[in-house]
């Protein structure tokens, strides 16, 4: 497995959709050109790096992705489009940029040859305007030039099933949206599920501001199941142009984490289990009645549309908050916001499983269905409180790879974590039945002008993030292992 890095902290976006080359590279299926556009040439020298096509490369034929990508096929572009506003710090360090994108569509197009199917879409945040996130990168501009100049139609689809707002007086508005145009299909894991060793606890699985009622229909004795967009399962390639960035409950999110994107319903995601660890839950570490009510109350607040039930219920939960003022809480953590959560990485591991193993239909297959190529956009990436509130952190950075745990395990160093310490990877590591990583992580090969072992990436592209303030202290090279999650979970 190869894994290609970049890193150059002046890197900055194209700010002129639709983001062409900033020159007139040989194999350029178009001929216009912008004054001002670094990532498109930094995205070709990546797919140099890896030597694909290296025999015709520097020559109009060449064609980097042409060994995964044959005329006729269906191609899914998975960005991260999670939320068009961030107030901690702008939505360039929070969504994958349109330069970026534009620079590999143009290489699938390529491979393609005019003939087949190229989608590019996601399922947002709950409250997430999607044509506002378009808009914002400019891939509207993108997929207008390409059905001016090209002989392909570029499909751009919000792949939620409804869009909801949390409202000020409680309660969540939910509106429906048209979502997949090719409809969603139900796969079920069962006993393959990573939740299946932990599924005496179903009734705790949580999502934020999503009905639990709803989550727990699929996720129970019987069955792990999981609402998957058809135009996904329908790919024949993945092309995952993920953001590198912080996440509050897995500590990061890249590769891996971006395909939560494929859901139509986020309400059948588990991402945290409710109560304390000593418990059985991975809210929070300790009992504490205080933060056993407000989950209780923040799980009725979502469930009802009754302002008269509601507005009591806001302000006991006010009392229970402020109380730890007076008296504080025993621990810090909420929500599954900390680096003992245990459930976002049984998840995350489940939906790659899907995604390379699930046929057209969602039935699981033991070879695999589908291949995929990953650019990680990490050139004004996110620190901090992400994924929804991250601080931006100019890192320079573009990796690319085609397994996304060897890339997530690179973006974890570059990113300054111990991936022995980060929980996703004891799950997404151990597949037998669906493997996602084959070897070890010492086989993995760096392409870069630094080093050429895993080992090394963290001395040679440490880029020192600030981690979600629940993981601080526990991830970072140099910190102490984080505790085994067994133990805290009985």
Same mark, same amino acid.
């Given at each position: 497995m190869r894994v290609a890095i970049i890193k150059d902290e002046e890197i900055d976006y194209c700010?002129?959709?639709?983001?062409?080359?900033?020159?007139?590279?040989?194999?350029?299926?178009?001929? %216009?050109?912008?004054?001002?556009? /670094?990532?498109? @040439?930094? #995205? !070709?020298?990546?797919?140099?790096?890896?030597?694909?096509?290296?025999?015709?490369?520097?020559?109009?034929?060449?064609?980097?992705?042409?060994?995964?990508?044959?005329?006729?096929?269906?191609?899914?572009?998975?960005?991260?489009?999670?939320?068009?506003?961030?107030?901690?710090?702008?939505?360039?360090?929070?969504?994958?940029?349109?330069?970026?994108?534009?620079?590999?569509?143009d290489y699938v197009y390529i491979a393609l040859k005019g003939v087949g199917h190229i989608t590019i879409g996601d399922s947002s945040y709950l409250?997430?305007?999607?044509?506002?996130?378009?808009?914002?990168?400019?891939?509207?501009?993108?997929?207008?030039?390409?059905?001016?100049?090209?002989?392909?139609?570029? %499909?751009?689809?919000?792949?939620? /099933?409804?869009? @909801?707002? #949390? !409202?000020?007086?409680?309660?969540?508005?939910?509106?429906?949206?048209?979502?997949?145009?090719?409809g969603y299909s139900i796969v079920d894991l069962g006993k393959d599920s990573d939740h299946y060793e932990i599924i005496h606890d179903y009734p705790k699985f949580r999502n934020g501001y999503y009905d639990r009622n709803e989550m727990i229909k699929h996720h129970n004795m019987e069955k792990n199941e999981y609402c998957i967009a058809n135009s996904i399962l329908n790919a024949d390639v993945i092309v995952n142009v993920p953001k590198l960035k912080t996440h509050s409950k897995a500590g990061m999110t890249c590769a891996l984490k971006n395909l939560i994107g494929a859901n139509g319903l986020k309400d059948w995601l588990p991402h945290h289990r409710y109560g304390p660890a000593e418990c059985g839950g991975d809210d929070y570490i300790h009992r504490d009645f205080r933060k056993d009510w407000l989950a209780r109350l923040r799980d009725e607040q979502v469930v009802t549309d009754n302002l008269l039930y509601i507005m009591p219920l806001r302000a006991m939960a006010a009392l229970l908050h402020y109380s730890n003022k007076l008296v504080?809480?025993?621990?810090?953590?909420?929500?599954?916001?900390?680096?003992?959560?245990?459930?976002?990485?049984?998840?995350?591991?489940?939906?790659?499983?899907?995604?390379?193993?699930?046929?057209?239909?969602?039935?699981?297959?033991?070879?695999?269905?589908?291949?995929?190529?990953?650019?990680?956009?990490?050139?004004?990436?996110?620190?901090?409180?992400?994924?929804?509130?991250?601080?931006p952190k100019r890192a320079g950075v573009l990796v690319a790879g085609s397994n996304p745990v060897a890339v997530d395990l690179v973006c974890s160093s570059i990113m300054g974590f111990d991936y022995r310490k980060m929980p996703v990877f004891r799950h997404v590591m151990r597949s037998k039945k669906y493997p996602l990583f084959e070897g070890a992580p010492e086989d993995i090969e760096i392409v870069s002008d630094k080093c050429s072992r895993l080992e090394d990436v963290y001395g040679s592209y440490n880029c020192s993030f600030l981690p979600p303030d629940g993981w601080a202290g526990h991830v970072e090279y140099g910190r102490a292992p984080i505790p085994e999650i067994k133990a805290l979970n009985r």
């Open positions: 700010r002129e959709p639709p983001y062409h080359p900033q020159e007139l590279y040989p194999e350029c299926p178009f001929n %216009d050109v912008s004054a001002n556009n /670094q990532c498109y @040439g930094y #995205v !070709r020298e990546l797919l140099r790096m890896l030597g694909l096509d290296k025999e015709n490369y520097g020559k109009d034929n060449w064609n980097p992705l042409g060994e995964i990508i044959k005329p006729g096929m269906s191609v899914f572009i998975k960005p991260n489009f999670v939320r068009h506003y961030n107030h901690a710090g702008g939505v360039d360090c929070m969504i994958t940029h349109g330069s970026i994108i534009r620079a590999i569509l409250d997430a305007d999607f044509e506002k996130i378009v808009r914002h990168t400019g891939i509207d501009k993108v997929a207008d030039y390409y059905d001016e100049n090209s002989k392909m139609h570029i %499909d751009l689809i919000d792949l939620r /099933q409804y869009r @909801g707002r #949390v !409202r000020l007086i409680g309660g969540v508005d939910r509106r429906p949206l048209p979502g997949d145009p090719l504080p809480f025993k621990d810090k953590y909420d929500a599954g916001g900390w680096y003992g959560n245990d459930t976002i990485s049984r998840t995350i591991s489940d939906l790659n499983k899907i995604i390379y193993y699930a046929d057209r239909h969602g039935k699981m297959q033991n070879a695999r269905q589908r291949k995929e190529f990953l650019v990680v956009d990490g050139v004004i990436a996110g620190q901090g409180e992400g994924p929804l509130m991250p601080v």
